[in-house]
């Protein structure tokens, strides 16, 4: 039977104040930004459908935000850039999205719930929760506003770079991806700091 997230955490560390959950999107794919959400939930208003963002159906997902838009205390959405990226270097261009999604609430957490193994800087006391976003409901509900913001910016930038295939893979390294790549070269959304991009070029370089 499987363990949907629930408040429970979010109880534990409430003495320390109001407790937002975060999570990212977007760290692995070659292209496109990463994309921080953070979200302070009521309890007493959970929105249904919370679940890892990658447990869901699109359209589940896209149900999901709209609860959780609707019926949070306060959410925010951020981004950190490819060029952010390139010269910070994923990590730290993860927490930068991080910081700026916490920064954008309308209310100030205490305590940051963060999705992963790293208690990142995020301008308030953060606590890494490894799998959090299969356990903790404001983590569930950051996975999905960070997911779908991606995913809807990543379909716009299909329009920007026509060709690649961003509105399917959503940036990945998939075969599509590749071949689009061999075809056209890299374009401004593609991250120049990740290997195979940076690879790519020094073989076009060389040839």
């Known amino acids: 039977m499987t363990t949907l997230p629930d408040f429970s955490l979010e109880h534990e560390w409430a003495a320390h104040g109001r407790v937002c959950g975060v999570d990212e999107a977007g760290r692995g794919p070659w292209a496109g930004p990463v994309s921080a959400a953070a979200v302070i ?21 896209e149900e999901a935000e709209a609860a959780i ?19 910070l270097n994923i990590l730290r261009a993860t927490e930068l999205a991080m910081r700026r999604a916490v920064q954008g609430l309308g209310h100030c957490a205490a305590l940051a719930l963060i999705d992963g193994n790293h208690a990142l800087d995020v301008g308030c006391r953060s606590v890494a929760v490894i799998k959090g976003d299969a356990r903790s ?27 690649y295939g961003f509105a399917r893979h959503k940036g990945y390294g998939v075969p599509l991806h590749r071949q689009a ?12 700091s990740f290997a195979p991009i940076r690879l790519l070029i020094e073989e076009r370089m060389s040839a």
């Open 69 to 87: 838009k609707a019926q949070a205390v306060c959410w925010s959405v951020a981004f950190a850039t490819v060029e952010e990226i390139d010269r």
């Open 137 to 163: 409901a404001s983590i569930a509900a950051a996975s999905i506003l960070a997911k779908t913001a991606r995913d809807r910016l990543m379909h716009e930038l299909e329009r920007e770079h026509p060709g």
């Open 41 to 61: 939930l009521d309890p007493a208003c959970l929105p249904p459908g919370l679940n890892d963002s990658k447990a869901l159906s699109e359209a589940a997902r």
């Open 181 to 192: 790549l061999d075809r056209l070269g890299p374009c401004a959304q593609h991250r120049r």
